[in-house]
């Protein structure tokens, strides 16, 4: 291991944060050789807040791939002064915080400067995969993202030094930003408040910012008729003019009341007039790919261009999926089966914020399920097949290799339990693997159980019977999914026997064409083997195995 600490006038300060005890040197001074890129900043005795940023010193060493980087090395990346204050919410109570820096001259003003590899900017994103146990969650899901054609921030794993303190791995990350390398959409200026000009662009979002204009439906599920805030991303809340905040409202109450009108489906003057509804497919399949907890109701992105081609608003790009791909165990967050969408009816009492009415109408639209099937068959062949996400994470797996056993020697997070309930953290390798056959799992479930609609709706072509069952997950706990795709409607007995011929339970149901759920309550069954046996009432039996752990 290529890390020394020298320790200066020993004085220890004790943390208790969310139950994990940390102990922080006060002083420290640090000489560090890897193999991954090396950031190192110091704020000279200044304090990093959450606004406003502070200046500070940020030195980025990096050699080329296969070469080492020491702190010791003249910074060739960037060498500067940087704005810099805390970013996130609920992550600020983290022992490992996350960062936004702004890249700066002499003078304060804002330095565009390409970062490793990366096209230039000045406003980046230092974030602390503290939650994430395989520190490549984000990784994954932003890379997915761009090979699915959208955009979504580039990502480079680095070491951090902060006051000469080693802070662990960290990823460098493009923040979302109006830019032509970023998020492609027209600059809007304070004087653009009339005619096409005024027209875009803009990006907004869906978070716990106060800062913008409440919706003007309902959100579903929640108590007391509340409604969705929406926030300003850009232009900046301090930027935006009283004729710029009037119009993003209007356009998003005019997708709105459209969406919930009896004929949102119109080709011609329904939803598709206001929304790019093949970039919702999209973010419709990440977040349902990740099951991400915060998936539709925070950190939630959308963007609209000037009304000069194309000024529908789009949604994306996608951001923060450290809580998805199973590391969420709240609100089934952790659950193979089941809708990411379907949250408000799962935690109805949420008080981060629910899922605005959107996604339950879609899903009505019977162009937009023909599209999201035909949409997820393809990218399960190439960008989503099991193979090439695997190829990602190995790829991941990689890129840390040496840096993780610093990273884990500074926050040993082994048997810990952390924050809303997550189960105790396990080793990296059984967190990587775990997630890994979750993924397939989920993979496998959203291809049973997308509606079998439409111009890719089809039966397998190597069946030749009436009725395919699979279950999820299998092997499974208390809960289980028996999900029974029909090729018509019909009435079934579903039966279920323990290995030792015991029926465990005994229902009668009248299934549909297509993807039909049975939800099996198997709270207080011993482990072991049982068979489903399903009898249609025509005579017809189909069975199939689960595993109880």
Known sequence: MHLNIHMKKPFSLLLVICGLTVVLNAQTSTTLDTDLPLVMINTRGGVIVNDPKITADLSIVYNGLGKRNKSTDVANEFNGKVGIELRGQSSQGQPLRSYDIELRNAAGLEVPTPLLGMPPESDWVLYAPYMDKTM??????????????????????????????????????????????????????????????????????????????????PTPGAT??????????????LDITTQQKNFIKQTVDDFESTLAGPNFQDPSFGVRKHADLNSFIDFLIMNELSRNIDGYRLSSYFHKNKNVGDGRIKAGPAWDFDLAFKNADYCEGSLISGWAYKFNSVCPGDGAGLIPFWWDRLMLDTSFVSSLRCRWLDLRKTTLSDQRINKLIDSADVLTTEARTRHFAKWNLNGNTWWRGINPIRSYEEEKNTMKLWIKQRAEWIDFNLQNKGACGDWPSDNNEN????????????????????????GIRLTVIAINGKTMTQTFKNIFRGNNNISLDANGWPAGVYQVILTTITGEVYKYRMVKQ
């Open 136 to 217: 490549m969650r984000n990784y994954l899901a932003y890379t997915l993202t761009r090979e699915m054609g959208r955009w979504a921030s580039r990502v480079r794993y680095v070491e951090l030094i902060l006051n000469n303190e080693y802070q662990g791995i960290y990823l460098l990350a493009e923040k979302i930003k109006r830019d032509s390398s970023r998020v492609n959409i027209s600059k809007l200026l304070p004087t653009d408040n009339t005619g096409i000009e005024l027209t875009g662009g803009y990006i907004f979002s869906l978070d716990k910012e106060p800062n913008g204009w409440l919706s003007s439906y």
């Open 467 to 490: 009725i395919i069952i699979k279950a999820f997950p299998n092997p499974f706990r208390n809960s289980g999914n028996i999900s029974i795709r029909s090729k018509e409607t019909q």
């Open 224 to 237: 007391n008729q509340a409604r969705r805030q929406f926030s300003y991303v850009y232009p900046k809340v």
